[in-house]
């Protein structure tokens, strides 16, 4: 069983970046899909991006295209989410998870959730 573990998260001010990682703490996803999800207190959790197993596929949430990049090392069971030009909306507990076909896209089910980490973002 896979058990993921995200990193990354801080208190920036608008404008800024921050790199998200996640990796695998046990078991591999290297031939699974991973997305990202945020949540904020009283709002469901929200779909913010996505890749293929292989990488050649990914997928982004509107509120942060041309923002966020998502990438992956599969030899390093490692998942990255650059986030630039961060807005306060941005704040959250951003977690990962794996998907099972490997081809992504937020209408699949994502499975083996990390624990979060947390990004703010001040005005």
């Known amino acids: 069983q896979v058990q993921l573990v995200e990193s990354g998260g801080g208190l920036v001010e608008a404008g800024a970046s921050l790199r998200l990682s996640c990796t695998a703490s046990e078991g591999t996803f290297s031939r699974d899909a991973v997305g990202w999800f945020r949540q904020t207190p009283g709002k469901e959790r929200e779909f913010v991006a996505s890749i293929s197993w292989n990488g050649a596929d990914t997928y982004y949430d509107d509120s942060v295209k041309g923002r966020f990049t998502i990438s992956r090392e599969n030899a390093k069971d490692l998942v990255l989410l650059q986030m630039n030009g961060l807005k306060p909306e941005d704040t959250a507990v951003y977690s990962c998870?794996?998907?099972?076909?490997?081809?992504?896209?937020?209408?699949?089910?994502?499975?083996?959730w990390g624990q979060g980490t947390q990004v703010t973002v001040s005005p």
């Open positions: 998870a794996i998907e099972g076909t490997g081809r992504g896209g937020r209408q699949y089910e994502y499975n083996y």
